[in-house]
């Protein structure tokens, strides 16, 4: 897998697991451990930074939501964020094939089917987190089962 993972639109939707548990503290998550924006500012993250985890993988050897839901590196990774209080969103996107890139040249909008660049790695996910730092981000991203499939890439959000 490469190092650097490139970026693909999506925009018709994700492939975000359903299954959703209460957690000790009342707050709804589901199964990939992705907690509401809104229970994480009911929970007082004023001092964190945000993170944007592009979780990248090989869609060939992509699991399935079902797999997801019972995978114990992706259970452990969920507990892990909920353990943290980390997480403020993220979802699952669907396959490469369906995505739709759009740019713009001289006024003209001009759209192709699939992703805007051919490689193996495709980012197959996000996860939006809450952390003190970059030290906790790369932490809690090298926790992820992608990170030994295919890569995860931190970015710091704009705020």
């Known amino acids: 897998m490469s190092a650097s993972c490139v970026a693909e639109g999506a925009a018709r939707g ?53 797999e997801i839901a019972v995978d114990p590196a992706h259970r452990a990774y969920a507990a892990e964020l909920e353990r943290r209080g980390a997480s403020v969103g993220g979802a699952r996107l669907r396959p490469v094939a369906q995505a739709t890139t759009v740019r713009v040249r001289d006024g003209e909008t001009l759209i192709s089917d699939g992703p805007f660049a ?12 809450e952390c003190a730092d970059l ?7 090298a926790r992820h089962p992608y990170a030994s499939l295919g890569c995860v890439e931190v970015r710091p959000v704009w705020e």
């Open 14 to 66: 994700h492939r975000s697991a359903d299954v959703r548990a209460a957690t000790p503290n009342g707050v709804s998550s589901s199964s990939t451990g992705m907690v509401s924006m809104t229970a994480q500012l009911e929970l007082g993250h004023n001092d964190a930074v945000k993170y944007v985890l592009l979780l990248c993988d090989d869609e060939r050897m992509s699991p399935s939501m079902e």
């Open 118 to 129: 051919e490689t193996k790695d495709f980012i197959g996910g996000i996860d939006i987190i």
């Open 135 to 141: 030290d906790d981000a790369i932490a809690i991203a």
